[in-house]
């Protein structure tokens, strides 16, 4: 009996090794590419450092600066990036919800080669895919205007100017809205057929199924996409960094752009540091806000 306790024993610890040997790359990486810098940048976000000198002057100032001397420049960068996110997060669900419905249909032939064409898009990297735009919206020899002149539309300036720039980074935005179909999708298969013919056994019609048994089914995606949604529109850069010039920099002067201009082309790490952990703490507030409110959000025991 001994023998045995002490054998269970030796196998329960050589489990324990072998599964902390197989997570232990991932536990590298958290602490090396993740915490590390984290604590790097905590700590020098307290000094005035360039990278080049030691860190000097320890004190508040990288964190009070952008409500006193810099409030302008903060404000602004943080009021377009709300804005671009507040338009693009409902516009996004919309689409993505809209086209997960067409393809869920499994009776329309040849909708997986559809499902693959609204991913494909999601497949282009985005420093790739803001210079591809950079090119489709030239004022002077872009396709986008080429197909405006033939539906005899005059040309639009796209991102060739301050008053439009914002507008069609919110419209260039939608063409990545494919990469949550798959999800979107996966939620609606995982939706009980037992509550959907027992609507169509009561005559209920496509629209009250939609509002009554598949909106409210589909609430944790629902509520999963609104919470990456806001973290993911809060840290816009490489899209609007790819496509900002001179002539619309005022629209598409992003948080996170605004954090890379400080770091590397104003050398100032210290106070880029600084506004990376505002910017954790927006985030982090927001989303600690957004968990108090999913009291809507319908589990697979609630259905």
């Given at each position: ?6 054998t269970k ?122 210079l591809l ?14 197909l405006l ?155």
């Open positions: 009996m001994l023998i045995n306790t002490q024993k030796w196998n329960a610890i050589k489990r324990e090794i072998v599964g902390h040997i197989f997570i232990l790359p991932l536990i590298v990486c958290l602490l090396g590419f993740t915490f590390f810098p984290m604590g790097v940048s905590l700590y020098y976000s307290f000094f005035d450092y360039d990278i080049v000198s030691p860190p000097q002057n320890f004190g508040l100032q990288n964190y009070i600066n952008p409500f006193t001397l810099d409030w302008h420049g903060f404000s602004s960068s943080l009021a377009i990036t709300f804005l671009y996110t507040l338009v693009t997060l409902p516009l996004n669900f919309v689409m993505t919800f809209s086209m997960s419905l067409f393809l869920n249909q499994k009776h329309i032939k040849g909708v997986r080669v559809f499902r693959v064409l609204y991913y494909i898009p999601c497949l282009i990297p985005a420093v790739v895919g803001g735009w950079q090119n489709i919206t030239d004022p002077y020899y872009g396709v986008a205007n080429m002149g033939k539906l005899g539309i005059p040309p639009f300036d796209w991102f060739s100017s301050a008053d439009t720039a914002l507008v069609s980074l919110f419209i260039t935005s939608l063409f990545g809205v494919g990469g949550g179909t798959i999800i979107w999708i996966a939620q609606m298969n995982a939706i009980p057929e037992s509550l959907l013919e027992s609507a169509e056994v009561e005559g209920a019609g496509y629209f009250r199924k939609l509002f009554q048994i598949i909106l409210p089914c589909c609430s944790p995606m629902i509520f999963y996409s609104l919470i990456t949604g806001v973290i993911g529109g809060l840290q816009t850069f490489s899209s609007a960094f790819v496509l900002m010039n001179d002539a619309n920099a005022s629209s598409l002067n992003f948080f996170v752009v605004g954090i890379y201009t400080l770091a590397f082309g104003k050398n100032a790490f210290g106070y880029a540091c600084a506004q990376s952990w505002l910017l954790f703490v927006i985030i982090a507030v927001l989303s600690v806000f957004m968990f108090k409110l999913n009291k809507f959000v319908l589990y697979g025991e609630d259905f």
